[in-house]
Structures are given as structure tokens and as C-alpha cells.
């Protein structure tokens, strides 16, 4: 058996997440893709719903974290700004961060479990 242990972390404004893990995972697949469309589709996600967390995000923030063009015959396209790449790149030095200051609780909770 595999076990392993991941952070959860929520930054909230008011009642809405602006920043949490799924969007940081919805950033990195629009990085990865190019597109919003493409992006939802690696996470079998709906195209609306990943507008949706995009759009909640951007106006949760004071700069956008994705920008986009209307697709059509030459396509469409989303990017990270550079709002969204230190979103993300933030994001997983806090992951790491918080992974390693609590190695040893970590192991001792790891420790509890069935081997």
C-alpha cells in the first residue's frame, strides 16, 4: 500500500474560494493546454464549470489570473498571466513548505496505519 499526505490549503475572500487547490490544478491544466476548453477536458471537467472557477478567480483577485481570446476559425487561446503563474508557483512552495516542516507528525499519523 501507498500512502501519502496532501495539503488542502483555502485562501478565501468573503464566502468564495479565490484560491485552492482546484483551481491551482485548473491553472496548471490551462498552462499545460493553451486553452480553457482543453483544460477542463484533462480534468473531466465541464467547460463551463472550469469558466466558471476561472471567471470566480479573476474577479476574486486585483489583477486577472488568466487572460483568453474568443475561439473561431483561428481558435481561441487562454494563458497565465503573470498573476496566475505566482498563483501557482506560490501555491506549491506552500505545499512543500508545509510537507516538510511536518515530516515527523506526518510519520507518526503514517505510523497509525495498516501496513
Request: proline residues 3%; aromatic residues 4%.
Amino acid at each position: 500500500m501507498t500512502t501519502q499526505a496532501l495539503f488542502r490549503l483555502r485562501i478565501y475572500l468573503d464566502d468564495t474560494i479565490a484560491i485552492g487547490p482546484g483551481k491551482v490544478q485548473l491553472l496548471q491544466a490551462i498552462q499545460a493546454h493553451g486553452s480553457i476548453s482543453a483544460a477542463a477536458r484533462s480534468l473531466d471537467m465541464s467547460y463551463r464549470r472550469a469558466w466558471n472557477l476561472v471567471d470566480e478567480m479573476n474577479q476574486s483577485l486585483t489583477s486577472p489570473a488568466v487572460t483568453s481570446s474568443p475561439g473561431g476559425s483561428g481558435g481561441g487561446g487562454a494563458q497565465l498571466t503573470p498573476t496566475g503563474e505566482a498563483i501557482v508557483s506560490g501555491y506549491r512552495n506552500i505545499e512543500a513548505i508545509a510537507s516538510q516542516a511536518a515530516v515527523a507528525e506526518i510519520d507518526a499519523l503514517k505510523a497509525l496505519l495498516k501496513h
